[in-house]
């Protein structure tokens, strides 16, 4: 069974969502499962407990080292991936110096609360430390017509979702066919590879 790892951060629940859309495009490619996981929190400067929202468990390095596969999601933080995400690859160098997921294929997803918040900047950051891995990056081709057809997230960089200032707008269809697009791409690759 090829284990293909959604490991996001959540705040405000629009990253959970759409990495659970995602786990469920991993589900339709036989010889798939999907195992989705969340990063552990850090403090924060101003004392206050940390807020991330999330029901996942947090990954280990085990987990990420016999993936087959890595899809990473952030919500946009000033046009970068979130803190505790960022730490989390900080701590990686022992899988990196081993080359356990060199030749794996990767992605990336983000929200943002707003139509322009930095969102393929910060797929983008999220790319940086996936390819020092050696992982092979995934995008969306528009060969997905979900891709020119979404008026809120979508890019060919990776799954988006514009959450709103409330962070409570769900995930529209198009953005809800990109994200399953997304999983499913990256877990076929993977079978293939294998």
Not at 23 to 33: K, N, Q, S, T, Y
Not at 67 to 95: Q, Y
Not at 155 to 162: D, E, L, Q
Request: charged share 20%; aromatic share 6%.
């Amino acid at each position: 069974m090829n284990s293909i790892v959604v490991l996001y951060y959540s705040r405000d629940g629009s990253t959970r969502r759409m990495a659970n859309q995602i786990g469920r495009g991993i589900a339709m490619v036989d010889g798939c499962e999907a195992l989705i996981r969340t990063v552990a929190d850090i403090p924060r400067a101003d004392g206050q407990p940390p807020a991330s929202e999330t029901d996942a468990p947090i990954i280990s390095k085990d987990e990420l080292r016999s993936a087959s596969g890595l899809i990473v999601g952030s919500p946009t933080r000033f046009g970068n991936m979130a803190a505790p995400l960022k730490h989390f690859f900080d701590s990686t160098s022992d899988i990196w110096l081993a080359g356990e997921l060199a030749d794996k294929p990767a992605a990336v997803f983000t929200s943002s609360s707003t139509m322009h918040g930095g969102q393929e900047s910060t797929l983008f950051t999220m790319m940086l430390p996936l390819l020092h891995h050696g992982m092979i990056m995934v995008g969306i081709p528009y060969t997905q017509a979900s891709l020119s057809k979404a008026e809120h997230g979508g890019t060919p960089y990776g799954a988006s979702h514009v959450a709103g200032e409330s962070n409570t707008t769900m995930l529209e269809q198009h953005e809800k066919k990109l994200c399953t697009e997304l999983g499913r791409r990256v877990a076929s690759i993977a079978v293939k590879l294998s």
